[in-house]
């Protein structure tokens, strides 16, 4: 989303070194003009898995792009996902454990999950 977006990835390159005081000033900037006209959205849905979890999902699915990717780097990721979900005001939020979750196996447990979307 344009949430998250500004708020993990744009930041994360903001930290990294990779985008200026000045261009990240100028993208806060955007965004905040941006979502100035924009309904908030009724619920986020965080699909939360542990790094080695991601990792392995990103070895498995073999895409070539991704072979290189910095652990590091989906690890900050990580960090400023799990930082962004605790600090979300005024929208609601449901964090989903997907380290063990199976959508296609695990039928009670995604009922489960729909139950509290319906709520």
């Not at 949430?3 to 000045?22: C, K, P, Q, T, W």
């Not at 905040?32 to 990103?58: C, G, H, W």
């Not at 929208?91 to 454990?97: E, L, R, S, V």
Request: no cysteine; aromatic share 10%.
């Amino acid at each position: 989303t344009i949430y998250e977006d500004v708020e993990i990835f744009a930041r994360n390159l903001h930290e990294m070194g990779n985008l200026s005081d000045r261009d990240w000033d100028n993208y806060l900037g955007l965004f905040t003009s941006m979502t100035s006209f924009l309904k908030n959205p009724d619920l986020i849905i965080y699909l939360r898995a542990d790094l080695e979890v991601l990792l392995d999902r990103i070895k498995t699915r073999s895409r070539n792009y991704e072979a290189t990717i910095d652990p590091d780097y989906i690890n900050k990721l990580n960090e400023l996902y799990d930082d962004w979900i605790k600090n979300i005001s005024g929208i609601k939020a449901i964090t989903i454990d997907t380290n063990n979750f199976n959508i296609f196996k695990d039928t009670d447990q995604l009922e489960e999950i729909m139950n509290q979307i319906i709520v």
